[in-house]
């Protein structure tokens, strides 16, 4: 009656190592064309991110995120295009000699000038751009697809004459026309382009709308596939990963998904999304537990908070607190947390000090405050606190001080509790009331 | 050579009277079992909400975000369980007086005397739930699947001869074997549950994953299908969205997303993807014009900020920097707009204070200061605020003090500038120099 497969996207429904994560019947069959287990990152905060509203970037807090990027694992970091500014002209040449093993890429538009200004700065590929829908083509730079494709072939063969990597990307994909889209992609792949890009440039692009473009345009190109989604609708991150179930190779990414607007597919998203489905791979390439700190800094950068919300760093991605949830968390943490926060140098916190509040929560409590109660008496105490909590918000420091003080009038005599110990033993499943789903 | 069909969802490529959102050749077929364009909300901040880490909410405010939640239209407003504490009960009691437009309901264990509490608070119906997977029938209640049916049956007899709305649904529904999952929907839709409900407790689901599932039990039931995803790898939006497109019916959601851990469907992010999709049907039936206020409010009850990168209302979703940007939104809204902020009464913002700024932002500018230059002049400006972009971070002021001097420098004599005006004039498209995908 058990499940059978696993959610982790392991094959064979073979877990590694621990059954930590498995149990999940509803595993697609793996598929030859998906990628969950091999992609690869292009990291754009410091050319995207420095689109956002906020971002002012000099060049010393650059080299800092470039390096604490590169420590990360990323395989690529890119860089806002040297036609943009004299400083971001400089930067790129500062940041291409540090030396770093992600390689250097600049970001620029599908026009000889720039490619030439961009290949002088040392960096090791170039990803061209250029607007394909027609709502790009009338408002934006008013060109034809025939020109498109010819200036595209003329700015690749050049790239790829001074021996540097380059990515051909439509701008705004999913508003262009597929034929279009795929007769372009046809001829720069046969002149060698080294990646073609699909870009969801306005966030409007759906999970299932994305696979099925990829998968297409896997049939049409031999080359690598990157993509690029905006979050205006919330869906950057699952449509990067069904990007890559459909075959495509890179996915861009920025450090809590700055950029245009409200940005694009997050680093740390992404990474909570490719942990659960490739653990393997993505624990063994990239340090987990230095997102935190990039998180950090970049927020400081740009001078924004965290979201509350945020996958993982969120303060309150760990928390548990209806009374169900935080005794099977107690029991076994894969009943209610599919991401394990110790992978990103992180800790749980089961809450105990609310009305939703079970005794199982309390029981754990009183153990941690070296204090010791029977079963009911841990029901009792539970309820004071619940009393309180229906009262008014209470704090851990409340629930601690009625747990204490219940003790103590448990006693015979005054008793100076020892300190907190953190325990591990498995307590009793037993009902609590708050359902949660 | 221009793009066909739309990216709205409407129908046979007919777009909603105005050409705003036009042309996505990658628009799904439409598919008889999708309701992207008629899905109903069951709105949890009241029970999913009150599970967040911050959640502390008294009567007061409780009837606070009810009334607001019911005047923006949400079908069906869900409460704490009135098991959880006294006070829970007595909400419940408070809120079912209000009278309002949505139904209201509470969500319960899988449990007689639960649903005995329940049906006396005045509730038009119960949202019952029992884990089912392996892990929460080891690790939580410590049930087998036959004493679940058994119980579910009974309870949902039960409930149905009160005359209240009852739907059943598994916990943890993505890690439970398939075959235990849609006997027991096939069972208790048998005896005419009004709603099955399908929730991803964990936060592990993928979009094809719940595609796939939504659309297998879709055969099994003729009742209503519920879905609640949890948002722990990112994909919340995504994963209701694609529910709805396999033939879900409702979704669960919370304002901001709040609840266990970092949350669930947020409100807000679902109807960015809606409104996207079926913006008749989500326009005339949703105020969205509240959407702000009432995110504030839940804000402020939780003691959180706004994420800078919240669909619709984030600080940044609709500013707009890189000059390729800026130029082409002036030209037209929709080539970097998927979303209009004054469906939502909010208004765009084009960044022209900084180093990657084109010209035609400017130039606008210049236009809103009331100033008149030449192309040229507004160029050598442009290069202007760039250079001092590049040596420090500017504000707005700082960009119209450089437009206001470079005029008057154009001027044989002292000129008193006029008000800001805005305008709509179009622009003619030009290149500018930071391309963006």
New interface residues.
């Given amino acids: 009656?058990?499940?059978?497969g696993a959610?982790n996207g392991t094959k064979n429904g073979v877990s590694n190592g621990s059954a930590y994560y498995r149990?999940?019947?509803?595993?697609?069959v793996p598929d030859f064309l998906s990628n969950v287990d091999k992609f690869k990152i292009i990291e754009s905060t410091l050319r995207?991110g420095?689109?956002?509203?906020?971002a002012?970037f000099d060049t010393e807090t650059k080299i800092k995120i470039a390096k604490a990027l590169d420590e990360f694992g990323v395989d690529y970091i890119e860089l806002?295009?040297p036609?943009?500014?004299?400083?971001?002209r400089r930067d790129c040449e500062a940041i291409c000699k540090l030396g770093l093993k992600a390689k250097i890429l600049t970001?620029?538009?599908c026009?000889m000038r720039?490619a030439k200004l961009a290949v002088e700065t040392g960096v090791d590929g170039l990803d061209v751009?250029?607007g394909t829908?027609?709502?790009?083509r009338?408002?934006?730079?008013?060109k034809?697809?025939a020109y498109i494709e010819k200036t595209a072939i003329e700015v690749i063969e050049y790239i790829k004459s001074k021996g540097l990597e380059v990515r051909f990307?439509?701008?705004?994909s999913?508003?262009?026309?597929?034929v279009?889209l795929l007769s372009l992609y046809k001829a720069v792949d046969k002149v060698g382009v080294h990646r073609v890009?699909i870009?969801d440039?306005?966030?409007?692009?759906?999970?299932?709308?994305v696979?099925?473009?990829v998968r297409t345009l896997r049939g049409v190109v031999s080359c690598d596939i990157e993509t690029?989604f905006h979050?205006?609708?919330?869906?950057?991150?699952?449509?990067a990963?069904?990007a890559l179930?459909a075959g495509a190779t890179h996915i861009d990414t920025s450090v809590?998904?700055?950029g245009?607007?409200?940005?694009i597919t997050?680093l740390g998203?992404?990474m909570?999304?490719m942990v659960?489905?490739a653990p393997e791979y993505v624990k063994s390439k990239y340090k987990l537990h230095k997102l935190k700190e990039i998180e950090d800094m970049v927020a400081e950068a740009v001078q924004?908070?965290v979201?509350?919300?945020?996958?993982i760093t969120?303060?309150?991605?760990?928390?548990?607190?209806?009374?169900?949830?935080a005794?099977?968390i107690l029991?076994?943490p894969?009943?209610?947390?599919?991401?394990d926060p110790a992978d990103f140098g992180l800790t749980r916190?089961v809450?105990f000090a609310?009305?939703?509040t079970g005794w199982n929560a309390v029981k754990t409590r009183v153990k941690q405050l070296g204090l010791s109660m029977t079963d009911d008496q841990v029901k009792e105490c539970t309820a004071k606190i619940?009393a309180l909590?229906?009262?008014?918000?209470i704090a851990i420091d409340d629930a601690d001080s009625i747990i204490r003080s219940f003790h103590i009038s448990l006693q015979p005599q005054p008793h100076r509790p020892s300190e907190p110990v953190p325990t591990d033993e498995v307590i009793p499943?037993e009902?609590e009331?708050?359902?949660?789903?």
Avoid at 133 to 136: D, E, I, R, V
């Fill in positions: 009656m058990s499940g059978n959610c149990s999940n019947p509803y595993q697609p995207e420095e689109q956002f509203a906020n002012y806002t295009s036609a943009a500014s004299e400083q971001s970001h620029i538009r026009d720039d751009v250029i829908s027609s709502f790009l009338e408002h934006s730079h008013g034809d697809m990307s439509s701008e705004d999913f508003r262009s026309d597929l279009d890009g870009a440039t306005v966030g409007c692009a759906t999970p299932r709308q696979y099925d473009l690029h979050n205006d609708t919330g869906c950057a991150v699952a449509n990963y069904c179930e809590l998904g700055i245009e607007r409200n940005g997050p998203g992404l909570a999304r659960v489905t924004i908070n979201p509350f919300n945020n996958p969120g303060f309150c991605a760990f928390t548990h607190k209806a009374g169900i949830h005794k099977a029991n076994n894969s009943t209610y947390e599919i991401l916190y809450h609310s009305r939703l619940k909590a229906d009262i008014r918000p499943a009902e009331p708050e359902p949660a789903a």
